[in-house]
């Protein structure tokens, strides 16, 4: 692929992942010699329709946002899934527990009819994803090797271990053996665990691995004092799209 | 060889001097109760309060990452090998991890010469600590056989009060010794009081493992249904924790990392580790230990059956690290007595 024309979208999301690209300060001026960044709203003004790889940022929390992404998907060859709103459905999904109705009042009060929302969902459910760059937000390093993944057209290095693999490497303490509560050990790598480094437990931005022991886990959880639904609730802060794999 | 006596007040001259010459990696503390190998300023072992390393030693000798070769493709292709050692003193290692690394010298020497690790080893000196005492609850040195150890070192010390009974093993610890430390010629009541106390340690080192080490290849080839993986498989959470603690074990996964002109980059390795779903996943996708049960089945041959019949040694060396480090407390003893009892139970039958 010669030069490729990149876009950047932002669907329901706090655009934060999108602003750690732009700290890829060091690396932004090489980057644009390989790619064309033909829109990016928090960088340029410049908007352009025509485009090869599309960077999606956000979940999917209403009806209108499901015409726009199916329309992302059409144009574009290549759609990336950047950061745990995109990826997994994110915070974004916590909504999901509760009536939509219930949730438009609390949010929008007064205003409520005017605007409709459905069941946060990960972009994934609504169109085909190509590549995935995890985590709340993503980590640098990671969107490097994806779009280099991408301009070669090869597989990038995404690890299906849990976080504990970084963490137990960097030599950190384990935060269970201090009584703090940690998602590392069902939660996918990547981010060189950087929550456990500074003594916080992993919320599980990265999404599960791909076969969590999840009754062990819990078993986990509930032996450091937290009751059932304390415990799903953990697991439901980043992973509420999947729900039904926590109880 | 020629034995010394160090006063302790002098071990921190001796550890001090050394890093005129060494990078001097020591133990320390990390936080309460938790020690790692660093580069310390300071002799700062906590000695009758250690318990083993976060992780092993081998991290001196085999990183968690490393470069390999550097490679570029334009203008045309050039690759370059990456070696990189230093003269490095590893300080204050005990027997378990002086066997630990004595197995990776074997493992990394065979078949094909490992030279990132073989260079490396080739500029350390590992200054040894004994042990009198049980380090902790999860020690269990004495069941597999080491905690004897009577090579894979340059010097040896043993502490018998106010002083360090020291032995050299290497010319170059001799060396070093002469160079840089302050020591008395040890006379034969210190000898005598040396050897006594380390017979004396000997009931302190229970045997947990309740067979001798050397039956343990035939116990766990005949382990291969044992019900016992079957309750691991709903325990383990599959973290990889045992494998990244354990000094032998010496798994990797190598990749390239491109730079972003997209033509040069760098061949690297990383530790990798059995208990993980994809470590047996071939190139067709096709997982050859899709479960937990088989994958810590698998781990526990690698130290008790696979390498121990090819090496004639075990590959435990009774750390306790994997045990002290599993999330959902996995013992390693019980597991092996677990399989002991199981096997026996069927031979009755």
């Not at chain 2, 006596?5 to 050394?18: H, R, S, T, V």
């Not at chain 2, 030279?115 to 350390?124: D, L, V, W």
Request: charged content about 30%.
């Amino acid at each position: 692929m010669s030069r490729p024309r990149v876009a950047f979208f932002s669907f329901s999301s706090c655009e934060g992942c999108q602003l750690v690209v732009l700290t890829i300060e060091e690396q932004l001026l090489e980057l644009v010699t390989l790619i064309d960044i033909v829109s990016f709203r928090e960088a340029m003004s410049e908007k352009s329709n025509d485009y090869d790889i599309a960077i999606v940022e956000g979940s999917i929390t209403r009806d209108s946002e499901i015409e726009r992404i199916k329309t992302i998907r059409d144009t574009a060859k290549v759609v990336v899934a950047l950061g745990a709103c995109a990826t997994i459905g994110g915070i974004n999904c916590l909504k999901n527990q509760f009536e939509m109705k219930k949730v438009q009042n609390i949010v929008y009060g007064k205003m409520a009819d005017t605007f409709d929302t459905i069941p946060a969902r990960p972009i994934e459910s609504v169109i085909k994803v190509d590549y995935w760059i995890h985590g709340c937000p993503i980590d640098r390093d990671e969107f490097i090797e994806v779009t280099k993944a991408i301009l070669l057209e090869k597989k990038p290095r995404i690890p299906d271990y849990p976080v504990c693999v970084e963490c137990q490497m960097k030599e950190n303490v384990c935060l269970f053996e201090k009584g703090i509560v940690c998602m590392g050990p069902i939660t996918r790598a990547g981010c060189k665990a950087i929550c456990p480094t500074y003594t916080d437990g992993c919320v599980g931005c990265r999404g599960l691995i791909d076969d969590p022991n999840l009754s062990s886990h819990k078993n986990l959880l509930s032996e450091h004092g937290l009751t059932v639904k304390e415990a799903i609730s953990q697991y439901m802060l980043f992973g509420g799209n999947s729900k039904e794999k926590f109880e | 060889m020629k034995d010394v006596l160090i006063k302790k007040k002098e071990i921190g001259l001796f550890y001090k001097n050394l890093k005129e010459e060494f990078t001097v990696y020591g133990v320390k503390q990390k936080e309460k109760g938790f020690y790692v190998f660093d580069e310390t300023d300071e002799f700062s072992d906590p000695l009758e309060e250690y318990k083993p390393t976060i992780l092993p030693p081998k991290k001196f000798l085999f990183p968690q990452q490393e470069t390999l070769l550097r490679f570029n493709t334009q203008p045309h292709p050039d690759i370059k090998p990456v070696i990189g050692s230093k003269k490095q003193v590893l300080f204050g290692v005990r027997p378990c991890d002086i066997h630990g690394i004595r197995l990776l010298d074997k493992i990394f020497n065979a078949d094909h010469e490992d030279k990132n690790y073989t260079q490396k080893r080739a500029m350390t000196i590992i200054v040894g600590i004994d042990c009198l005492e049980p380090c902790y609850e999860h020690a269990h040195c004495a069941s597999v056989g080491y905690l004897e150890v009577d090579d894979g070192y340059d010097i040896m010390m043993t502490d018998i009060g106010d002083t360090f009974y020291t032995s050299w093993k290497t010319p170059q610890g001799e060396e070093i010794i002469r160079k840089y430390a302050k020591f008395l010629e040890a006379k034969n009541e210190d000898t005598d009081k040396f050897l006594r106390m380390k017979s004396e340690r000997q009931d302190r080192f229970e045997n947990k493992i309740k067979t001798n080490v050397s039956n343990l290849p035939l116990f766990f080839k005949n382990a291969d249904n044992d019900p016992v993986w079957d309750e691991l498989n709903d325990r383990c959470l599959g973290c990889g924790r045992c494998n990244i603690v354990c000094p032998t074990c010496y798994c990797f996964d190598v990749y390239d990392c491109m730079e972003l002109n997209l033509a040069s980059g760098e061949r690297c390795r990383q530790w990798d580790a059995c208990t993980l779903k994809d470590f047996a996943v071939v190139s067709t996708g096709e997982n050859f230990r899709p479960s937990r049960g088989q994958r810590l089945r698998h781990r526990f041959n690698r130290k008790f059956n696979y390498l121990m019949t090819k090496y004639n040694a075990s590959f435990c060396v009774g750390c306790g690290r994997c045990t002290r480090s599993c999330p959902v407390n996995i013992d390693l003893v019980e597991t092996v007595n677990a399989v002991i009892k199981n096997n026996r139970i069927h031979e009755k039958q």
